[in-house]
């Protein structure tokens, strides 16, 4: 049965790096791994993508291992804007499963 | 460039009706997916269509169908309405289908529906 796994909550102050990590023992081996971001009353907003190693854009870095089975969010220097629900995305087959969303509070 | 646009934005009805969903996908997006967001499931993928073909599909009962129109805009239909299905659903539209995209998705605000 095809599984996205991730922690359900996570702290931070302003400032820190916050890297959370997402399992997917299922993987394909063409399936991408996406994470997304997700505000109250909003519909979530992709951040980054990945499909093996390190990837890198202006507002995160995804680090995922050579075994593919799980991938890790970076985001450098949080914010209180960061506050938020971020997701990982897998498709397993023609199902795609996002994992249950981990809730970031940024603190001052 | 506008969004993804979906309506109506809030809806109620009963147990036994049936409704239907709007999305309107960016311009020139062909792909349109639907999601179903709950509290005690989080995130499920519905379907998704591509050039009025569904492409994919996930784990929810017949009752839950769509299709999509020569415009790209898609629409969600849910029969016979149960408790559980009170929800905000979601679409998300892509330039091309998931397996040939870069797996972006640009989503839609939601229709926010629940059942009395």
């Known amino acids: 049965l095809a599984k996205t796994t991730q922690p359900i909550s996570m702290d931070s102050y302003e400032g820190q790096e916050v890297n959370i990590t997402c399992s997917h023992n299922n993987i394909a081996t063409n399936d991408y791994i996406t994470w997304y971001q997700q505000f109250p009353s909003q519909g979530p907003r992709f951040i980054i993508q990945?499909?093996?190693t390190k990837v890198t854009n202006e507002v995160a870095s995804l680090f995922i291992p050579a075994d593919r089975k799980s991938s890790t969010l970076s985001l450098p220097r949080v914010s209180l804007s960061d506050t938020a629900v971020y997701y990982c995305l897998v498709a397993y087959g023609q199902n795609f499963v996002f994992g249950p969303g981990t809730r970031l509070s940024v603190l001052p | 460039k506008a969004g993804v646009t979906q309506t109506p934005r809030y809806l109620i009805k009963t147990r036994g009706q049936q409704v239907t969903l709007s999305c309107s996908p960016i311009?020139?997006?062909?792909?349109v997916s639907w999601y179903q967001q709950t509290p005690g499931q989080g995130l499920q993928f519905l379907f998704e269509?591509?050039?009025?073909?569904?492409?994919n599909k996930g784990n929810f009962p017949g009752r839950f169908s769509g299709r999509q129109f020569s415009n790209s805009r898609s629409e969600m239909n849910v029969s016979t309405l149960e408790l559980g299905d009170s929800a905000l659903y979601l679409c998300?539209?892509?330039?091309?289908?998931?397996?040939?995209?870069?797996?972006?998705?640009?989503f839609g605000e939601g229709s926010r529906l629940t059942v009395l």
């Open positions: 269509y591509f050039s009025e073909t569904q492409r």
């Open positions: 998300a539209s892509s330039p091309t289908y998931y397996r040939e995209n870069t797996g972006e998705l640009f």
């Open positions: 990945g499909y093996k």
């Open positions: 311009s020139g997006h062909r792909s």
